[in-house]
T-cell receptor, first 114, second 116 residues
């Protein structure tokens, strides 16, 4: 079955440290790939997306993600985390194999300690 | 600031009540969506409206009834809900009708529903 996996339910990093959130998907071709962020009590905000082309994509708030076809991964990174980055992060995949609708991963909750 | 506005932000209702959730966007988007998000879970698509017509119903129970009066407004009418329907209901919009596939969605802050 097609799936989107975010293996880390919670991640805690120190303010100023680097961050990498993992996302793996099972799908044969190149799907549409996304990262969303959800602050407590808020809706989702699109951080970045990958459709094709350069495998390293830049997003808002200083985030970037790299598509690695060989690993079926689309990991989110940020070189220096700020306390305001504490939120839940969802990886999402869109493809015909998923019935042409976005499928979200289970989410990763990021905690930032000062 | 969000450009998709949802009201109310919180709603508590009994199982025999009838209530409605409202969503409004003024970005000229032609597709609007309802998602349901249970605690500690990702959002799940419920309905898609494209050019004010219902194009997708993800097998949602009939106690949820969507309505799109015009291109800027989306309602979700609630009737005879169950406690397990308690969740955050998110409205989203996209410029194109394929936003639910391409992911270029703008979400509101959600309406948190509690069914007693």
């Amino acid at each position: 079955a097609q799936s989107v996996t975010q293996p880390d339910i919670h991640i805690t990093v120190s303010e100023g440290a680097s961050l990498e959130l993992r996302c793996n998907y099972s799908y044969g071709a190149t799907p549409y790939l996304f990262w969303y962020v959800q602050s407590p009590g808020q809706g989702l905000q699109l951080l970045l997306k990958y459709f094709s082309g350069d495998t390293l994509v830049q997003g808002i708030k200083g985030f970037e993600a790299e598509f690695k076809r060989s690993q079926s991964s689309f990991n989110l990174r940020k070189p220096s985390v700020h306390w305001s980055d504490a939120a839940e992060y969802f990886c999402a995949v869109g493809a015909s194999e998923y019935g042409n609708k976005l499928v979200f991963g289970a989410g990763t909750i990021l905690r930032v300690k000062s | 600031d969000t450009e998709v506005t949802q009201t109310p932000k919180h709603l508590v209702m009994g199982m025999t009540n009838k209530k409605s959730l409202k969503c409004e966007q003024h970005m000229g988007h032609r597709a609007m969506y309802w998602y349901k998000q249970k605690a500690k879970k990702p959002p799940e698509l419920m309905f898609v409206y494209s050019y004010e017509k219902l194009s997708i119903n993800e097998s949602v129970p009939s106690r949820f009834s969507p309505e799109c009066p015009n291109s800027s407004l989306l309602n979700l009418h609630l009737h005879a809900l169950q406690p397990e329907d308690s969740a955050l209901y998110l409205c989203a919009s996209s410029q194109t009708p394929t936003g639910y596939m391409t992911g270029e969605l703008f979400f509101g802050e959600g309406s948190r529903l509690t069914v007693l």
